[in-house]
């Protein structure tokens, strides 16, 4: 820490505007983040207060009191969606990086038929907005029965066409020797995936980490569509109906303020973590 | 254990004309040192990566210790590879790069420990074992690539280039290393190499590539005192022999090599070989070593002297020995001197040939006519 003060003593003026300039900016980049930690804790009387203040006066946590009281009034309580969310979540981020790496690690380093044909159709697919495809999905999901369970949250989001394409251009850069001496060393197909292949791609897989947790995580669609029995519906789900429904309603706004904060933490622990994790691995990897 | 059959390989790349391994027809034996040398694309790390089983064998067949081994995947022929970068696993250890191909081979674990311990003090990096592949130097990572190789204890050790990515010094003295660890070990060794002077300083055999086919297989002492052709004769040797386009004629019965600047008679032992007839009176190119051209400040006295007026271009020196560079016509040969001779650029001088030295090769074919005639 004091070396770092002591480099910035050191600075020359340019570097020195720089270091203003950019601190400045993250500053302001970060004001809707402090506004929604701030505005979760104001007591009722300073939500409404005009003009609106940027930091709470007088902290409370009666936002989040009265945001579990009301979860639990209802049917399901607020725990369930919460609970729902987690094995949702912990699913599908699972299962995209085990179907993305295979299929990256596959298409990246084996040469087969038809291979320039799968990839193409992958990039194709990016194209597609998920609502064009709403319907399609909808009759599949019901189609194999998956209405009212997990793995019809998990289903639609399975193939991340993204995170393969990012794979894949990510497995492609490490070196075929690494992998062919893998092969002399005796490893099979499945060994040299798991001991190389998964390993060297982590910064890979960290990001599409992040990727899928914010859109799963976020995601209200397949609790919309696919999800008839409210107890199967997630805490994004909740939260945007609870949101929706108090748009217009003045007592409510402790609890939309509450919720917002709840919703939003996950997102950013989250997004610390693995960014450390991108960073650590690129410095470690070793690969020129 | 350990002797390898090349019969009659071929590898062919879909969509070219021209096979990358061509009739590749060898036998190595047992603890031999191989050395596959050669210029880029000349086929022999293809060959290389048949024999560890990364590239499909076109045609022919390859044994080991007798067992036919096209089909054989790479874990199951008993050998281990040195690549040119090294490849080392990034995100293990030195040791885990070491026990891996151990560890796969369901080793046990205490067993796994002391080999590991036994190849790390052989290269003497025992106490880097904890380390990341990325905190090592270049040296570093290729004795931790070579103790992976080691610890495994295969029949073959394959190495391509695995010298090429360090310094001079430092490759001069692994060099020496790894000729000491295979009179040790003992294990039949393939090593590919571009560079002429690893093969002649490793080899206990030779072999000479140039686009796919083999030009030669020898030692180091007869790839140098008989080269089979003009490629090997050039490729071997530095720096290179030189070459001189000729004809061979009859004069009052003794042949002669001759062309527009000289006329040398053939040596005996030479004629004999070539025999009388009048096959032999055709276009040549004559090749001699720069240690066997003869100078001279001047031009001897008499006709049938041998020597040829040229003048001096420039003068290399090397330390132990200096090469003088002549020019006599458009003909350019390289001489070694003792660096005491005085010789300076743009003087006169004469050069001449150690007639018993000289190589004779056909200039259309380029095949050796020494060769030719055994």
């Known amino acids: 820490m004091i070396a770092r003060l002591r480099r910035i003593r050191s600075a020359s003026p340019f570097q020195a505007v720089l270091i203003g300039g950019f601190t400045a900016l993250a500053a302001f980049m970060s004001l809707p983040i402090i506004f929604i930690f701030s505005h979760a804790f104001k007591p009722q009387n300073e939500l409404f207060l005009f003009p609106p203040r940027f930091f709470v006066q007088h902290p409370t946590l009666r936002n989040f009191e009265s945001l579990f009281l009301h979860a639990s009034n209802a049917t399901v309580p607020f725990t369930r969606y919460l609970f729902n969310s987690i094995v949702v979540l912990s699913l599908t981020l699972a299962s995209v990086i085990i179907v993305s790496t295979m299929a990256a690690y596959v298409l990246a380093k084996y040469r087969f038929h038809f291979k320039a044909l799968i990839l193409s159709m992958i990039t194709l697919s990016l194209m597609f907005a998920p609502e064009t495809v709403s319907i399609p999905r909808y009759l599949i999901v019901s189609g194999i029965g998956l209405n009212n369970t997990y793995f019809g949250h998990v289903l639609p989001s399975l193939a991340s066409p993204v995170a393969v394409f990012m794979l894949v251009g990510f497995v492609s850069q490490i070196p075929n020797d690494l992998i062919e001496a893998a092969k002399i060393d005796g490893a099979g197909h499945v060994g040299i995936f798991a001991r190389i292949v998964l390993p060297l791609s982590a910064p890979a897989i960290a990001t599409i980490s992040i990727l899928t947790f914010q859109t799963v995580w976020g995601d209200v669609e397949t609790s919309t569509l696919f999800m008839q029995k409210e107890a199967m519906r997630t805490l994004a789900f909740y939260v945007n109906s609870l949101l929706s429904g108090l748009q217009n309603n003045v007592a409510g706004q402790n609890m939309a303020a509450a919720a917002g904060l709840l919703i939003f933490i996950p997102n950013l622990i989250i997004f610390l973590l693995f960014q450390r994790k991108v960073l650590e691995s690129m410095v470690h990897s070793g690969i020129k | 254990m350990g002797s390898i059959t090349f019969n009659h390989v071929f590898k062919r790349y879909k969509g070219e004309a021209r096979p990358a391994v061509d009739d590749f027809h060898l036998s190595i034996e047992e603890g031999e040192f191989l050395v596959l040398v050669g210029p880029s694309g000349c086929g022999k790390s293809t060959t290389l990566r048949m024999l560890a089983g990364l590239e499909e064998i076109s045609s022919g067949e390859l044994y080991m210790d007798g067992k036919f081994i096209n089909y054989v995947s790479p874990k199951d022929r008993d050998i281990a590879m040195v690549f040119q970068n090294y490849a080392l696993y990034p995100n293990l250890s030195v040791f885990e790069n070491i026990a891996l191909g151990l560890k796969l081979r369901k080793t046990a674990k205490h067993e796994i420990g002391l080999r590991v311990n036994r190849v790390a003090k052989i290269l003497e990096i025992s106490h880097l074992l904890e380390r990341k592949p990325s905190q090592l130097s270049g040296g570093q990572k290729q004795r931790v690539a070579l103790g992976r190789a080691i610890a495994r204890e295969p029949q073959v050790f394959l190495m391509d280039e695995p010298l090429s990515n360090l310094d001079a010094k430092l490759r001069a003295q692994t060099r020496a290393e790894l000729i000491k660890l295979q009179s040790d070990l003992k294990r039949t060794t393939v090593y590919v190499t571009h560079d002429q002077v690893e093969a002649m300083t490793m ?72 025999g009388g007839t009048d096959r032999s009176l055709r276009s040549v190119v004559l090749g001699v070593r720069p240690e066997h051209v003869r100078l001279s400040a001047a031009l001897p006295e008499g006709e049938d002297s041998g020597y040829t007026a040229a003048v001096v271009q420039m003068k290399e020196e090397t330390g132990a020995d200096s090469y003088v560079y002549l020019l006599a016509g458009d003909t350019r040969v390289i001489a070694r001197t003792d660096p005491e001779s005085a010789y300076q650029p743009e003087e006169q001088a004469a050069f001449g040939f150690q007639m018993d030295k000289i190589h004779l090769f056909d200039e259309s074919s380029g095949v050796s006519l020494r060769r030719e005639q055994a």
Request: aromatic share 8%; no cysteine; net charge positive.
């Open chain 2, 203 to 274: 080899g206990t055999r030779i072999v000479v590539m140039k686009d796919g086919v083999i030009q030669q297989v020898a030692p180091p002492r007869k790839l140098y005192d008989e080269p089979a052709n003009l490629f090997v004769a050039g490729f071997i040797g530095s720096p290179q022999m030189n070459f001189i386009p000729g004809r061979i004629q009859r004069e009052d019965g003794t042949l002669y090599f001759a062309n527009r600047r000289m006329k040398l008679p053939l040596p005996v032992e030479m004629e004999r070989r070539l």
